[in-house]
T-cell receptor
Framework: GQNIDQPTEMTATEGAIVQINCTYQ??????LFWYQQHAGEAPTFLSY??LDGLEEKGRFSSFLSRSKGYSYLLLKELQMKDSASYLC??????????WGAGTKLIIKP | ETGVTQTPRHLVMGMTNKKSLKCEQH?????MYWYKQSAKKPLELMFV???????ENNSVPSRFSPECPNSSHLFLHLHTLQPEDSALYLC??????????????FGPGTRLLVL
């Protein structure tokens, strides 16, 4: 079966750095997405990785290793507004998007 | 962000009611999706439409009936639902299907409670 694993919940301090991991086992791979979802709101696109390596976008970076079936989302200089759920999703060989259950990130002052 | 809108935002219905959820996208996309989101579970893909044609129906019970009259509008008709159908129903759109790397853009969802 196809599966995406991410931690259920993480806690971090305002101003710090946090890394949210995602591992996947899918039939094929055609790209990996990270989305942010605030409570009661729509998931919003953060990043897309299809090649190995690090993609940096402001305070957020996303890393991919296809050989390890692994990605992480790195959030720097955490702000209270970063409290949200972070969803990892992978396009499989049929271009179906497989979703993880999301990681709820709690930021404390 | 008003690229994808959904109405109503909240809905409470009894098991014998019939209601419809509406989704509209203003992004010029050709693919639209319905997802179910339950607490602490992955998003469950329900239906996919590409250029108004349904391409995916992931074993969804017949009490959920989708309709896509054009590439900008998507409906989900609900009838005789069960309490376990209570969830957040999300609509999304993307440029097209099957080309890889297609970012999906989501609406704010309809929070459904079935009593």
């Amino acid at each position: 079966g196809q599966n995406i694993d991410q931690p259920t919940e993480m806690t971090a301090t305002e101003g710090a750095i946090v890394q949210i991991n995602c591992t996947y086992q899918t039939s094929g791979f055609n790209g990996l997405f990270w989305y942010q979802q605030h409570a009661g709101e729509a998931p919003t696109f953060l990043s897309y990785n299809v090649l190995d390596g690090l993609e940096e976008k402001g305070r957020f970076s996303s890393f991919l290793s296809r050989s390890k079936g692994y990605s992480y989302l790195l959030l720097k200089e955490l702000q209270m507004k970063d409290s949200a759920s972070y969803l990892c999703a992978v396009y499989d060989s049929n271009y179906q998007l497989i979703w993880g259950a999301g990681t709820k990130l709690i930021i404390k002052p | 962000e008003t690229g994808v809108t959904q109405t109503p935002r909240h809905l409470v219905m009894g098991m014998t009611n019939k209601k419809s959820l509406k989704c509209e996208q203003h992004l010029g996309h050709n693919a639209m999706y319905w997802y179910k989101q339950s607490a602490k579970k992955p998003l469950e893909l329900m239906f996919v439409y590409n250029f108004k044609e349904q391409t995916e129906n992931n074993s969804v019970p017949s009490r959920f009936s989708p309709e896509c009259p054009n590439s900008s509008h998507l409906f989900l008709h609900l009838h005789t639902l069960q309490p376990e159908d209570s969830a957040l129903y999300l609509c999304a759109s993307s440029q097209a299907l099957g080309q890889g790397g297609e970012t999906q853009y989501f609406g704010p969802g309809t929070r459904l409670l079935v009593l």
